[in-house]
C-alpha cells in the first residue's frame, strides 16, 4: 500500500519554507507540511508538500485545482510506502 502526496517547492532556506507554507494556509490549503532532508554538500533541504492521497490520481487533481487557482506554479508527484 502506498500514500501519495505532492512536492510543490523546495528551499535551502527554512524562511522561505516557513513564508510559502504560510501563503499557502492563507489561500486555504490545509495539510501543508515541510520534509527536512540533507543534500550531498550538507546543505538541509526544507521540501514543502501537500496532502495525504490513497490515490496517484486524487493527489493530481488537488494539484491542479491549486495551479488553476494559481496558489502554486507545478508539483510532483510522490509515492510513499505505509509503514
Do not use: C
Not at 502506498?2 to 495539510?31: C, M, P, W, Y
Not at 543534500?39 to 538541509?44: A, F, H, Y
Request: proline share 1%; hydrophobic share 35%; aromatic share 10%.
Amino acid at each position: 500500500m502506498e500514500i501519495h502526496t505532492f512536492q510543490v517547492a523546495a528551499f535551502t532556506s527554512s524562511k522561505q519554507a516557513l513564508g510559502l507554507i504560510n501563503s499557502l494556509k492563507k489561500n486555504g490549503v490545509r495539510d501543508v507540511y515541510q520534509v527536512r532532508t540533507k543534500r550531498k554538500s550538507g546543505e538541509t533541504w526544507y521540501q514543502i508538500r501537500v496532502g495525504h492521497f490513497d490515490s496517484k490520481e486524487n493527489a493530481q487533481m488537488f494539484a491542479r485545482q491549486l495551479i488553476e487557482q494559481k496558489t502554486i506554479k507545478n508539483y510532483f508527484i510522490i509515492s510513499l510506502p505505509v509503514n
